[in-house]
Each structure stands twice: as structure tokens, then as C-alpha cells.
């Protein structure tokens, strides 16, 4: 299975103010995922980041707010833009490695916390 | 209503007793049913998987998918202190490639010693 790891694990920012989530593999994968795992919801998909193209984005998240960089095989990056309290999350970065999901693994995760 | 419906809990039980968790779903689409395991500040792992309807196990985890009352269960046998974890049911439409993942809110399980 893929080794994933997030940087930084975990945060404190202020309002108004951007942050940049990394996600590196320790392998080649062709899809990667972001999602958010806010407390006592679900895990969301926020978009798929595919090398060589534009993220794919679910309903409700928007480029503006949370644009992402996947310029090789192994590595995104998520921002997180002009955050606010309502932000404040896990946000976990997924890679698929076969063609179906049970080859789906994921991070370790960023504990946002916005003020 | 959410397309996936998992009761939170939380569920403690005593060391050895057999767990039951469920899930809930209402897109007739989905094919693929997994379970995943998240101990506390880590991502989730995948502990089981199964397509389509029927029963899968594996070691002291048995997966139940039944498709025509839209219903999976994960059933823990013997379980241990090391099981006390949240477990997410997830699952997917057939789409190769691009295969989205719909989660349950997950449920909240301590062994008790």
C-alpha cells in the first residue's frame, strides 16, 4: 500500500490568512483526492487532483477557495484561501492506486484550526 | 435526507463481545461497500471491502452487504482494547476510473478492558 504524509500535521492560523497543505507518496499514483473531515460529519470529497490537468471539484467548493497544485506523480498541494472559523477541519489527502476504490488510501491528515 | 446514514454512537462494549455496525444508504447505485478503521488522529484505513450483496471475512471481521434493503453491517468478533477506533462504512458507484467515495459519519467504538 502507498505511504502517505502530510505537512503540516497540524496548525492554529487567523482569520483572513491562507494555508498551504502538501501531500507526498511514496509512489507514483495517477489519482489523488482532497478531502475535509469536519467533527461529526462525514468525510467530503472537496475535489480529485489528476496530474497534468485541472482539479475536479465537488459541489459547494470552489477553485477560488481551495486551489490545488498537482505538478508530478507523487505530490498536491490544497490551499486553503481566506479562511474563516467555519474552516477549521481535517483535511486529508487520499490517492487511489488501481482503478477501484479498495485501492484507496489515505493520510495521516491536517488538524486546521482557525481563530 | 444524507445518502449515507451511520449511527455515531458512541458504542462501548466489554472486551470479547461481538460488535455490530450499520449503515444506512438510498443510491440503489452503489456497487462497492467498504469499511474503513480510524484510530484517533490518523487517516482512515481500509479494513474491509466487498461488491455488490453477500457476506465477506476476514479474520474476526465479517462485512454484510444487503443490497435490497440498502443495508451493510461490519460484525467484530472477540473484540479487543486495539478495535477501540471510529469505523466509517463507505461505497461507490461502478465508475472505473474515477470511483467516488460516499462516507458515513462514522461510529465511535471503545473496548472496554
Known amino acids: 500500500s502507498a505511504v502517505i504524509s502530510q505537512k503540516p500535521s497540524r496548525d492554529i492560523c487567523q482569520r483572513g490568512t491562507s494555508l498551504t497543505i502538501q501531500c507526498q507518496v511514496d509512489?507514483?499514483?495517477?489519482?489523488m483526492f482532497w478531502y475535509r473531515q469536519q467533527p461529526g460529519q462525514s468525510l467530503t470529497l472537496i475535489a480529485t487532483a489528476n496530474q497534468g490537468s485541472e482539479a475536479t471539484y465537488e459541489s459547494g467548493f470552489v477553485i477560488d477557495k481551495f486551489p490545488i497544485s498537482r505538478p508530478n506523480l507523487t505530490f498536491s498541494t490544497l490551499t486553503v484561501s481566506n479562511m474563516s472559523p467555519e474552516d477549521s477541519s481535517i483535511y486529508l489527502c487520499s490517492v487511489q492506486q488501481g482503478l477501484s476504490t479498495d485501492t484507496q488510501y489515505f493520510g495521516p491528515g491536517t488538524r486546521l484550526t482557525v481563530l | 435526507q444524507k445518502e449515507v446514514e451511520q449511527d455515531p454512537g458512541p458504542l462501548s462494549v466489554p472486551e470479547g463481545a461481538i460488535v455490530s455496525l450499520n449503515c444506512t444508504y438510498s443510491?440503489?447505485?452503489?456497487?462497492?461497500f467498504m469499511w474503513y478503521r480510524q484510530y484517533s488522529r490518523k487517516g482512515p484505513e481500509l479494513l474491509m471491502y466487498t461488491y455488490s450483496s453477500g457476506n465477506k471475512e476476514d479474520g474476526r471481521f465479517t462485512a454484510q452487504v444487503d443490497k435490497s434493503s440498502k443495508y451493510i453491517s461490519l460484525f467484530i468478533r472477540d473484540s479487543q482494547p486495539s478495535d477501540s477506533a471510529t469505523y466509517l462504512c463507505?461505497?461507490?458507484?461502478?465508475?472505473?476510473?474515477?470511483?467516488?467515495?460516499?462516507f458515513g459519519t462514522g461510529t465511535r467504538l471503545t473496548i472496554i478492558p
Open positions: 443510491n440503489s447505485a452503489f456497487q462497492y
Open positions: 463507505a461505497m461507490s458507484e461502478l465508475n472505473f476510473g474515477n470511483e467516488k467515495l460516499t
Open positions: 509512489s507514483q499514483v495517477t489519482m
